[in-house]
């Protein structure tokens, strides 16, 4: 996308009561120039697997090295110093990130020049994104101003959550109905019917708590039950570790390791790779201090925007700019989709420099919020201007 270039409706989403049998948890538990191509310094590990998603040695030091690097420690997260303080180690190799991924703020003057005359279409992750990361994921809470500004950016603009977490989980966390909302990394959408005919294999027509009809798109429908088997024989696996928590996130099982001693880390990874011998229809990544278990099927988060855009029926418009804002491995999925012929813009949110097929980058949730509002601001004051000069 050459970002140097010049040129609603409400989702709904089914509601259910949210108890701690889903959760298992233990108790003592300037402006820069446009960006570039992707930075490529390689701080981003690969995890080794099979074909079948399974780890081939969580034991391996690239394994533990992954899981290290997916929770940066406090001096590495720490904030901007004062200008006239010597700038860290850190913070210069942030602000050299910033060269190829530059400040959706700082450039939002570019960004906005570029975004002119076209509809914006918002996706968002929750996690790290809209809420800060915090040491138990049962309480990801966001503030009421962050549920403004997105508010207010959904009456601007089509919006959706893309989330790891179940799709009911989110839509309680966020509790704006008129958001589209994509649980399980996109493994369930409930979005608008689709204008089309051609609706995938796994789409079926339903309503919504106000009776209204929706699409709900759920690819991985057939390992409903074997994910609840898994996510019991986690439970049981990891119970005697202190700070596991492992969350049943309808098609995908979160593990989180955020409050475990980083010595029985790989323990914990033994672990879940252990169960999962015995699922090779299951494949195991890592986030931010999270391991997570996930079918193996083509279906991501990049695919859950395209079908999004389909059902909008935006997927094929050239005046369409969907933007996406996230902070895990997970979002690069999006960031990829979006990159590729230059069909929209990805956001990454991280304070630390990351390996990204992201364009642009925020530090943190404040910032999100900072971006919305900007958002907003220049969608109404350019209707304004367009009202003003037909006027003329």
């Known amino acids: 996308m050459d970002l140097k270039s010049n040129h609603s409706s409400p989702v709904l989403a089914e509601t259910s009561p949210i108890n701690k049998s889903r959760l298992g948890l ?23 697997r099979k074909k079948n998603g399974i780890l081939e040695d969580v034991r391996s030091p690239a394994w533990l090295d992954a ?16 200008n006239d ?35 914006i279409v918002l996706f968002l ?34 919006t959706a959550i893309i989330s790891g977490r179940s799709r009911d989980k989110v839509f309680e966390f966020v509790g704006l109905p008129e958001l589209y909302y994509a649980g399980s990394h996109g493994m369930d959408i409930m979005g608008p019917v689709k204008s089309s005919s051609n609706d995938h294999t796994n789409s079926i027509r339903s309503t919504d708590k106000q009776g209204k009809e929706v699409n709900l798109f759920q690819p991985a429908s057939g390992f409903l039950t074997m994910i609840g088997k898994v996510f019991a024989s986690l439970v049981e696996a990891t119970k005697d570790i202190e700070g596991v928590m492992v ?20 323990d914990v990874a033994a672990r879940v790779s252990g169960i999962l011998k015995e699922y090779p229809q299951l494949r195991l990544t890592h986030g931010r201090k999270v391991l997570e278990v996930r079918p193996v099927i083509d279906w991501d988060k990049g695919k859950a925007v395209m079908f999004l855009l389909e059902s909008l029926g935006l997927s094929k418009c050239e005046d369409v700019l969907p933007i996406y804002i996230g902070d895990d491995r997970t979002d690069e999925d999006a960031f990829k989709v979006l990159r590729e012929g230059n069909r929209g813009c990805g956001i990454l949110v991280s304070s630390i420099p990351k390996e990204s097929s992201a364009y642009y980058s925020l530090r943190d949730p404040s910032e999100v919020k900072e971006f919305l509002n900007s958002l907003v601001i220049w969608k109404k004051s350019s209707a304004l201007r367009y009202t003003i000069e037909r006027r003329i």
């Open 26 to 48: 233990r108790a003592n538990s300037v402006p820069c120039s446009a960006p570039s191509a992707p930075f490529s310094s390689g701080l981003y590990l690969i995890v080794p």
């Open 85 to 119: 303080v010597v700038a860290s180690e850190a913070d210069v190799a942030y602000q050299t990130w910033m060269l190829k991924y530059p400040s959706a703020l700082l450039s939002f003057g570019q960004f906005a020049n570029y975004a002119k005359g076209k509809r």
């Open 247 to 266: 969350e049943n996130n309808k098609f995908c099982v979160s593990v989180h390791y955020r409050n475990v001693d980083e010595k029985n880390w790989k």
């Open 125 to 158: 992750d929750y996690d790290g994104t809209l809420s800060p990361i915090v040491e138990d994921p049962d309480h990801a809470f966001m503030s009421e101003t962050m549920r403004e500004a997105v508010k207010k950016a959904a009456e601007c603009f089509p």
């Open 67 to 82: 899981m290290k690097l997916s929770s940066p420690s406090a001096k590495l997260m720490a904030n901007d110093v004062d």
